[in-house]
């Protein structure tokens, strides 16, 4: 039997459009998978943004610019949304109420109030598969870990930290853009721009904040406006979350640390676990290792560091003495989706991308975090409705 061919529309044609157009034109690298990305329609306001993909892209038929005219393309069964963040509530509800199936950009929506339409919009069309777009977990020094948690080999945990920093907005000369304006980006600036991806697997693993700490951080000012003048910097460029963690057996710690302005980092997303039989660490800063300590008692501790073989959850043409990067968390990630659109419950393998109610987590803890930023007190988080 041949692959299920899924009629994608982009909705925004920029980097991340593209870099889907590239996972999409590198399907032939994946090995098990019966169901496949064809992009083609794409939209954007700019006209002039569709260029790269009508060259591009030779499955392109259709160009748009209003984005509802894309949606009312019976021919279109799936979208890919990647706007700024003001856009969500209004173009990822209507992409879901039109019955087009959506990996959508994270945080789903400008702040927690929008995120809530978006999720009344998924109530109406439960037929309707949506997700969030987080590739990081996607990394097999991600996986490893993943799968010890699933087996309960860290014992009793004692703390987790997880992050993501970027470097780029450590130069002062650098323009400002939509990420530093509250109007396109949010109140939440740098937790609504990477926080999805450092809370993906806490969530996933049921590891909900039951209060958080919050020092958020405006380290740069203002930025060039592009015309010969200076443009205040709206938005929140680090932040470092201090959480309490309980769950029906226990309760630990979390520290959650999202910065646009972290020296030295390009783009380093991690996770550490601690606990009292394993303790272990993923970073992408090493892709190819995976650090762990195996303990017992009475026994030594030593951490051991280790290649992660190239094991991905998709088997691809790739060896396993080679090293996976950020396309190829991409192309397993729209592999998860494509999977998962095809075979719903019968997928090829068990890790699903970034749910809606994990997005609406994340909602929970950014507002909870800009209140706690606002009084300088710890806040409550009720995760009961």
């Not at 969030?132 to 097999?140: D, I, L, N, R, T």
């Not at 909870?368 to 007190?377: H, T």
Request: glycine residues 8%; negative net charge; contains cysteine.
């Amino acid at each position: 039997m041949g692959k299920r061919i899924i009629r994608f529309g982009v909705i925004g044609c920029g980097l991340m459009g593209k870099e889907f157009a590239s996972a999409a034109a590198r399907w032939c690298h994946l090995t098990d998978i019966d169901a496949e990305p064809r992009i083609v329609a794409v939209c954007d306001p700019n006209p002039d943004a569709a260029e790269w993909f009508r060259k591009q892209v030779p499955g392109i038929e259709r160009t748009y610019t209003d984005y509802r005219e894309l949606l009312a393309d019976p021919s279109i069964e799936a979208i890919y949304c990647a706007v700024p963040h003001n856009l969500h509530e209004r173009l990822y509800a209507d992409i879901v109420r039109a019955g087009k199936h959506l990996l959508g950009e994270k945080p789903f929506g400008i702040d927690k109030e929008a995120n809530a339409e978006i999720q009344a919009a998924l109530a109406e069309r439960p037929d309707v598969l949506v997700r969030c777009s987080s590739e990081f977990p996607f990394y097999p020094g991600a996986q490893q870990i993943v799968k010890w948690v699933e087996e309960g080999r860290f014992g009793r945990i004692i703390e987790v930290e997880a992050g993501f920093w970027h470097s780029s907005d450590l130069d002062p000369t650098k323009p400002i853009n939509w990420k530093r304006r509250i109007a396109t980006n949010g109140e939440y600036g740098c937790m609504g721009d990477l926080g999805m991806h450092v809370l993906h697997l806490p969530l996933r693993f049921g590891w909900k904040p039951a209060s958080v700490r919050a020092l958020l951080s405006k380290i740069i000012p203002e930025r060039p406006d592009g015309n010969d003048g200076m443009a205040p910097c709206e938005t929140w460029d680090n932040s470092i979350l201090a959480c309490d963690v309980k769950t029906d057996d226990q309760q630990f710690p979390m520290l959650l640390s999202m910065k646009r302005i972290a020296p030295g980092h390009a783009n380093t997303w991690f996770i550490r676990i601690q606990g009292t039989e394993l303790s272990a660490e993923f970073t992408t800063k090493n892709p190819k290792q995976v650090a762990s300590l195996p303990y017992t008692p009475g026994g030594q501790q030593a951490w051991h560091t280790v290649d992660a073989p190239y094991k991905s959850a998709y088997g691809t043409i790739t060896g396993g003495i080679f090293e996976f990067g950020f396309s190829d968390s991409i192309l397993q990630m729209w592999a998860a989706f494509c999977d998962e659109l095809a075979n719903r419950d019968r997928m090829r393998q068990t890790f699903r991308c970034a749910t809606p109610e994990e997005a609406a987590g994340s909602h929970r803890v950014f507002t909870a975090a800009l209140q706690s930023q606002r009084s300088g007190e710890t806040v409550s988080i009720d995760w009961g409705n």
